[in-house]
């Protein structure tokens, strides 16, 4: 009896000693040098692996940023836009570089064609894909520019911060946006753009992308800009320029004066989290319903505050002119 | 006018839907229920209604409390499941194990995969077997078929020809000992023998397999693959030593291998999904059940059978692909 | 005929037919006020305006240059002004360029042989004739609208030993090609002979399906007179018409996947294609006019026009009796294949072979259910692939997947969808899949 435990025991013993001399030799023969500081940024890195810095997965960003740094001395080109500039400073430290401040971004759906500004006039049925409803028709509202409304983006997304509004049926940011671009790739329209934060979460930019001329334009939906000129003329830092009938803001130039919201004769720039001006001569009619979400909006704006990145609303539908 | 709908093509849809298709396979199966009710009576009414009335309740309850999601009971799928069952125990098991049965069925083996079209193993046999398992003596005995007719319906059980057979052979017995004991051919076609509800009566069964293949609901690839393969193996058996090994006639028309063959092996959602992984699977059952029938434990083989090639049937498909336009066959496609 | 009809061997499906206006005779369509004559009418690049606004036009007068190696010519259909050259919406909705003409009565080309004379007599080379099927704009008139020259010049290496005619309009409802075989089969095979003479090939095969006895057998009738040309029956399956399935139902050749017709030696025309290049050669005639069916249950009088390139599709709703009531969705082309249109006011273009108008109660899909595994998609395609397959991977971004089980070689035929009972919408996430797969393989290309 004695015996077979001993037995055993040794035999097993005994193999699990020959496995382990074995696997010590080919470990160290198939030994692969790495960089700790791989790991060490690795680690830093958000861990969401979504592909907003253009690298498969962090672990991929780390090893271009470690060899990036030995090679060229600096992090040029190499941001991620999840973890922002926290992560990208604790980067910088780990691998002894300085690394430039970036302005904050986030994703901006430029289309305001809600079913009210855009009705429909025929009606889609099939799959619930943007992709294949770009390939077979214009549109619900009829603009071929505007937003499909099916939720490429809202798929596309993996921070759960862009939804489908099923009043407007068009998506809406929210503050957990990390700007990785991941929406801006799924939109089949190139309605999605990603634009600075900017200074308690204050933006202001043309919520259309329709290249058509004003007519055409106007006739599917009422908030299209229309080209004409206006905002232009009446910016006075450049940052506005129309082509092709289509107005854009430049973001690094907009000081965020405002006054391109007032000029605009479509109500095709919107500005957010702004205080609500003093009503000069109220529009009748669809003020109110404006005013509501924009007030509301103001309150939670002003008592959080700090942090430049993590906060606030973004486009709740509306913003406000008068 | 109408506002236009704009869709992809195509804009006509064929008459087929999920609830015809349902709907066929239960008309397919009511000969073998009237035979089932003609031979064991209002108990076997009573097994049927409950076990599709269980079906087609817990299906209710855990698409409305649990899923939470649309409810679709209506679409027939439960009730084959419930018929099913019902076809696969002896007509005179407790209500209470029925009911437990129905929630096997639809809990475990349907819904926790997610309902229709997502589950791995056929509901019914899973629910069978767990019975089998669980409840070995009430799953066995079997009460003798006695139509009604005869006069009433009484207690008498007896074991079904494939036990009569299994026990006679573990005793030493040879097959022409056996023989006097069992059923003519005959007696097997027309149902007067013992077993489940469904299982008995040959001819009922393949009634209804016409009726499905004239309505394209199953095709013949499996039924025939599986059935040929039992008469090919079990023949061979028997060739070699008829006496220790029962003919392939016996092995086609007992137990549960036509009803296996036209109504278990056949479901849509857990059989391969070409015609050559059909093939494959047929054979597959086939082989199991005549291993399982002469060499493993129990009598009876076509469940275990089943559920097992059930469980390959992911292999099968990644396996077996339709013959595409313009490849040659063996040849390796290339993404270019 | 002796034995089995032929027919292609893989999946298909036999929808209804509904061939409501298989007897009425082409009529010919008043010109309309306006053309509206879009440039991107053909597969491949769209057309080049050479025209300005304000420019007097005759039909028939080259209004706009090829845009590319696959592309073609567009003559004016009228005689008139050249109203605006501007966006234009198209059938789906898009807007892209199209010229605009007023109608000014309905004066033609001199060159342009309007007698009723059938000539005979082929007198151009095959390399004339090329020339001259180019330059007179002539597409694929089945629908696909691939320019019909490129098809008649085999790449460097491969030839053609036979030319089949595709007369087989598998789709329910459509009877164009039904009524032109009836009522101008002379043309047609002058047709054939002309571009057997331009590939230079001995045979040619008209396949035409047995749903239409009166017109197999008025070809077959005179085809006798035309040497090579051969009428064949087939057995009525959708999707026959399809260029690979006809070519395996009358000859049991196999076109490879990914590769063209020219590779087993063929070369598949439509009827309304060789009717075209009859009017080209013989009669200088460009592709200004095409036939078109306007059908559906509920149209008063379902009919066949002859119908000039650029009228609005109103103007044919209305000669065939007006819009119904009922009407809730429009389709150019037939109902498996055709597009529903987001508007009335688009143009006929060449590609265009049917209108057809669905009641409210058949507009809409029904409601969708979860897959059964029933796997009758895989039945019935016609390619041999595995719809269900491809449409999941498709939903789920696995394009790869989609890629390695050959969603490229669909054919958009739809008989998966038709036949699915859980009425999933398989085609739109095939075309979703074939659309970003098409995108990766170019990409890889790069």
Request: with cysteine.
């Given at each position: 009896m004695d015996n077979i435990v001993i037995i055993a025991v040794s035999a097993l013993g005994g193999l699990g000693l020959i496995a382990a001399v074995i696997l010590y030799f080919i470990a160290n023969k198939f030994k692969v040098y790495e960089d700790p500081r791989i790991d060490e940024v690795e680690e830093a890195l958000p861990s969401a692996n979504c592909g907003g810095c253009g690298f498969p997965g962090c672990r991929a960003f780390a090893e271009a940023t470690v060899k990036e740094a030995k090679e060229h001395k600096s992090l040029e080109g190499l941001n991620c836009p999840v973890g922002g500039n926290d992560v990208m400073q604790e980067v910088g430290k780990i691998l002894g570089l300085e690394v430039e401040q970036q302005a904050p971004l986030i994703a901006v759906v430029r289309c305001n064609g809600s079913t009210a500004n855009s009705p429909a006039k025929i009606q889609y049925e099939g799959a619930t894909s943007c992709t294949f409803a770009h390939a077979l028709y214009a549109g619900e509202g009829g603009c071929q520019y505007g937003c499909l409304g099916l939720g490429d983006c809202v798929d596309a997304c993996d921070f759960d911060a862009i939804h489908m509004?099923?009043?407007?049926a068009l998506p809406e940011v929210n503050d957990k946006c990390t700007a990785c671009g991941a929406c801006v790739e799924a939109c089949p329209r190139d309605i999605i753009e990603l634009r600075k934060r900017g200074p308690k979460e204050r933006r202001i930019f043309v919520s259309c992308v329709n290249k058509e001329k004003g007519g055409p334009a106007k006739k599917n939906c009422a908030?299209?800009?229309?080209?004409?000129g206006k905002c232009e003329k009446v910016c006075n830092f450049d940052a506005i320029t129309i082509t092709s009938f289509l107005a854009y803001i430049d973001f690094q130039k907009c000081?965020?004066?405002r006054k391109c919201v007032e000029v605009c004769p479509t109500d095709a720039i919107w500005e957010v989290n702004f205080k609500p001006r003093k009503p000069k001569v109220p529009k009748p009619g669809a003020e109110e319903v404006k005013k509501v979400p924009e007030t509301k909006k103001e309150i939670e704006v002003a008592p959080a505050e700090?942090?430049?990145?993590?906060?606030k609303k973004e486009e709740v539908p509306k913003d406000n002119k008068e | 006018m109408n506002m236009l709908t704009v869709s992809g093509s195509p804009h006509i849809h064929g008459d087929e839907s999920t609830k015809k298709v349902m709907y066929g396979v239960v008309y397919a199966m009511v000969p073998a229920m009237l035979v089932s009710v003609y031979y064991f009576g209002l108990d076997a009414l009573r097994v049927l209604l409950l076990a599709t009335a269980a079906a087609l309740f817990f299906e209710w309850l855990i698409q409305k409390y649990l899923i939470k999601g649309p409810i679709t009971i209506t679409d027939g799928s439960a009730l084959v499941t419930g018929i099913l069952l019902a076809f696969n125990v002896p007509s005179n098991l407790p209500s209470w194990m029925i009911i437990i049965g129905a929630l096997v069925a639809i809990?475990?083996?349907k819904m926790s995969f997610g309902g229709l079209g997502k589950n791995i193993f056929n509901p019914a046999l899973v629910a069978r077997v767990f019975l089998l398992i669980s409840f070995p003596v009430q799953m066995t005995s079997w009460p003798k078929p006695h139509a009604i007719i005869n006069g009433l319906t009484d207690a008498i059980t007896g074991p079904t020809p494939l036990g009569i057979v299994k026990e006679g052979l573990d005793a030493g017995k040879t097959m022409s000992e056996i023989k006097p004991e069992l059923p003519t051919y005959m007696q097997d076609l027309i149902g007067q023998m013992g077993g489940s509800m469904g299982e008995v009566s040959a001819i009922a069964l393949i009634l209804g397999g016409i009726y499905m293949l004239a309505r394209k609901i199953i095709t013949w690839h499996i039924p025939v693959s599986m059935l040929l393969t039992v008469v090919v193996f079990s023949g061979i058996l028997w060739g070699v030593d008829p006496e220790h090994y029962a003919d392939p006639v016996f092995h086609l028309l007992t137990g549960g291998m036509l009803l296996g063959a036209i109504f278990m092996a056949t479901d849509m959602v857990t059989s391969p999904m070409t015609h050559g992984g059909q093939l494959v699977f047929g054979f597959g059952v086939g082989l199991l059940t005549i291993l399982i029938r002469i060499w493993g434990a129990y009598p009876e083989g076509v469940s275990f059978a089943i559920l097992l090639m059930n469980a390959i049937v992911p292999l099968i498909n990644k396996g077996f692909k339709p013959r595409r336009f313009g490849v040659k066959p063996g040849v390796e496609i290339k993404t270019s | 005929m002796t034995g089995r009809l032929k027919t292609f061997t893989l999946g298909g499906i036999h929808p209804e037919e509904n061939k409501l206006s298989a007897n009425a005779p082409i009529e010919v369509l008043p010109l309309p006020k306006q053309a509206i004559i879009p440039m991107g009418q053909n597969l491949g690049a769209p057309s080049k305006p050479i025209v300005n606004r304000g420019d007097e036009v005759k039909v028939g007068q080259l209004i706009a240059e090829a845009g590319g190696f696959i592309s073609a010519n567009i003559h004016s259909p009228v005689s008139g002004k050249v109203l605006k050259i501007d966006n234009v919406p198209d059938a789906s909705g898009y807007k892209r360029t199209g010229i605009v003409i007023n109608v000014e009565g309905d004066e033609w080309d001199e060159s342009i042989d309007r007698s009723d004379d059938i000539r005979e007599n082929i007198e151009l080379d095959g390399k004339e004739i090329i020339e001259r099927i180019k330059e007179k704009g002539l597409v694929g008139m089945g629908g696909a609208t691939f320019p019909t020259y490129v098809k008649l010049m085999p790449p460097p290496g491969k030839t053609a030993d036979y030319l089949l005619i595709n007369g087989v309009e598998c789709e329910p409802y459509l009877t164009s090609d039904h009524r032109l075989m009836l009522e101008k089969g002379k043309e047609i095979l002058i047709g054939t002979k002309i571009l057997m003479k331009a590939l230079n090939v001995e045979k040619a095969i008209i396949g035409i399906e047995n749903n239409k006895p009166d017109a197999i057998n008025h070809m077959t009738e005179l085809a006798k007179a035309y040497e090579g040309i051969e009428v064949q029956a087939l057995k009525v399956?959708?999707?026959?018409?399809?260029e690979k399935q006809l070519i395996k139902a009358v000859l049991n050749r196999e076109v490879p996947s990914g590769k063209l017709p020219i590779e087993v030696g063929c070369v598949v025309q439509n009827v309304g294609t060789a009717f075209a290049v009859y009017e080209a050669v013989q009669k200088n005639k460009p592709l200004i006019e095409r036939v078109v069916t306007v059908t559906g249950k509920a149209v008063k009088k379902p009919s066949n026009f002859m119908v000039r390139i650029g009228t609005p599709v109103q103007e044919l709703i209305d000669a065939a009796e007006g819009l119904p009531e009922s009407t809730g969705k429009v389709i150019n082309g037939g109902p498996m294949m055709g597009k529903a249109l987001a508007s009335l006011e688009v143009p006929v273009v060449k590609g265009s072979s049917g209108i057809l108008l669905m009641p409210e109660s058949e507009s809409h899909r029904k409601p969708e259910n979860s897959c059964i595994r029933c796997s009758k998609c895989t039945y019935v395609c016609p390619m041999g692939l595995e719809p269900f397959l491809l449409s999941k991977a498709a939903k789920v971004g696995r394009f790869d997947i989609a890629e390695k089980e050959l969603v490229m070689d669909c054919i958009e035929c739809g008989s998966c969808q038709y036949t699915c009972p859980a009425s999933i919408p398989l085609l739109d996430y095939l075309r979703l899949g074939k659309t970003m797969v098409g995108a990766i393989i170019r990409n890889r290309k790069k």
């Open positions: 509004n099923p009043e407007t908030v299209a800009c229309i080209g004409c000081t965020l004066c700090p942090k430049p990145q993590e906060d | 809990g475990m083996a | 399956q959708y999707p026959q018409g399809g």
